[in-house]
């Protein structure tokens, strides 16, 4: 399977924890963005990110979120101290080219805070 | 704010049934997107319009850009069971940002 990989699928966190959300973008893309859906809203975007540079981190919530896309391995969606309004679902997203409409999506890690 | 405004919203039909969802916005778009999204799953790219007036077939799905680059239709012909799912229309505001701006979807159920 070529496609985007994202995992967990699901993960559970008390208020206070840390949550880490991993993304594997398609095989020869280095382009990665990550969304998220509340709950009866629309897929909203938090960040762009090229290996090690984040291009637009535009809607990335000031504290506690933070992403990275290393050299080696799969970016990162790293939430700090989880609160119960960050319950969502995270999707990646990949692409060939960057600035490109051509985004290719992931299975969403579904982030439950309790 | 550029927004997109999908409807309608939620739409239930018989299996057979034609039917047309729209994507507006008063902003002009480099490119818009149409993704379906099955419950638990990410979305999937259906088509890419890039040029105004342009149209793309999908077998029973139609995809119009308007010749403004402001909006959007799909037009799905003899609807079935299987085209059940959430409908996204998703655009870039300019080129080279690689954000994309979402719709708030359409929900399609086709009762067979």
């Known amino acids: 399977n070529a496609g985007v990989m994202q995992n967990p699928r699901h993960l559970v966190r008390r208020r206070g924890q840390e949550a880490r959300l991993r993304c594997s973008p398609m095989k020869g893309h280095s382009h990665v963005y990550w969304y998220r859906q509340l709950p009866e809203e629309g897929l909203k975007f938090m960040v762009y990110?090229?290996?090690?540079?984040?291009?637009?981190e535009s809607g990335m919530p000031k504290e506690r979120f933070s992403a990275e896309f290393p050299k080696e391995g799969p970016s990162i969606l790293r939430i700090q101290q989880v609160v119960r309004g960050d319950s969502a679902a995270y999707f990646c997203?990949?692409?060939?080219?960057?600035?490109?409409?051509?985004?290719?999506f992931g299975p969403g890690t579904r982030l439950t805070v309790t | 704010t550029q927004l997109l405004e999908q409807s309608p919203q939620f739409l239930s039909i018989q299996e057979g049934e034609n039917l047309t969802v729209y994507c507006n916005s008063s902003s002009v778009f480099s490119s818009l997107q149409w993704y379906r999204q099955e419950p638990g799953e990410g979305p999937v790219l259906l088509v890419t319009?890039?040029?105004?007036?342009e149209v793309k077939k999908l077998k029973r799905l139609t995809f119009q850009f308007g010749d403004a680059r402001k909006d959007s239709s799909l037009h799905i012909t003899a609807a079935q069971p299987g085209d059940t799912g959430l409908y996204l229309c998703a655009a870039q505001p300019s080129s080279n940002t690689g954000k994309l701006i979402f719709g708030q979807g359409t929900t399609l159920q086709v009762k067979p």
């Open positions: 319009v890039v040029t105004g007036g």
């Open positions: 990110l090229q290996k090690e540079n984040i291009i637009d």
């Open positions: 997203a990949s692409s060939l080219r960057g600035g490109t409409y051509e985004q290719y």
